[in-house]
């Protein structure tokens, strides 16, 4: 149901724009979840990255502030998460998926920041 893209190697300092697509689910479901970005790092759990309501409030995890900034767009029923100023410590597998988790995982987008 989520289908996650846009990751990519790229140098620190440097930025991405994440896509997460959730086609399957229905538009008005959609629109009211708060949907969420998480990141696998290697050997380290799955964290919370952000957050956004349907109202387009969004929340961050202390380390991506400032640099991070998640969007959405209920027409395409995406979620975006646009990257700046990348540390290597940002690399990781990226998840999206509903705050509450429900819904099954997709493959997630594999993003590279090289020092």
């Known amino acids: 149901q989520l289908v996650e893209s846009g990751g990519d190697l790229v140098q620190a300092g440097g930025s991405l724009r994440l896509s997460c697509k959730a086609s399957?689910?229905?538009?008005?479901?959609?629109?009211?979840?708060?949907m969420a970005w998480y990141r696998q790092a290697p050997g380290k759990q799955r964290e919370l990255v952000a957050t956004?309501?349907?109202?387009?409030?969004?929340n961050y995890a202390e380390s991506v502030k400032g640099r991070f900034t998640i969007s959405r767009d209920s027409a395409r029923k995406t979620v975006y998460l646009q990257m700046n100023s990348l540390k290597p410590e940002d690399t990781g597998i990226y998840y999206c998926?509903?705050?509450?988790?429900?819904?099954?995982w997709g493959q997630g987008t594999q993003v590279t920041v090289s020092s």
């Open positions: 998926n509903r705050y509450d988790q429900i819904l099954p």
């Open positions: 399957r689910m229905i538009t008005s479901t959609f629109n009211s979840a708060i």
């Open positions: 956004i309501t349907g109202g387009r409030d969004a």
